[in-house]
């Protein structure tokens, strides 16, 4: 354990860190969009499968904290709403929680 963090925990953290910092930087615009595709799809989906709101996942904060690490966040979302997920979510839902 350090600084009360299970070594299990930091180690996933270090992970994420270290995806963030040394991998996701070196993927393509289309690397992007698919990983952004996944990862949110994935979470859209759980929270819709729990009988949840799926849009919950977004928000003002999430979108401020996102547009940090990817700048281009705007045009990913805008080909994930209208080309891979266009039957699927509403873009204008993720709009809403976005600018609450």
Request: aromatic share 16%; net charge negative.
């Amino acid at each position: 354990m350090h600084n009360g963090i299970p070594n299990w925990v930091q180690e996933l953290l270090n992970k994420e860190e270290t995806f963030w910092q040394q991998k996701y930087p070196n993927f393509s615009f289309d690397e992007k969009v698919s990983h952004w595709s996944s990862v949110l799809h994935r979470k859209m989906r759980w929270q819709a499968e729990s009988g949840l709101d799926p849009y919950a996942v977004y928000g003002k904060d999430w979108y401020q904290n996102t547009k940090r690490i990817e700048p281009m966040i705007d045009e990913i979302m805008d080909i994930l709403f209208s080309e891979v997920w266009k039957n699927i979510w509403n873009k204008s839902e993720y709009m809403c929680r976005i600018t609450r």
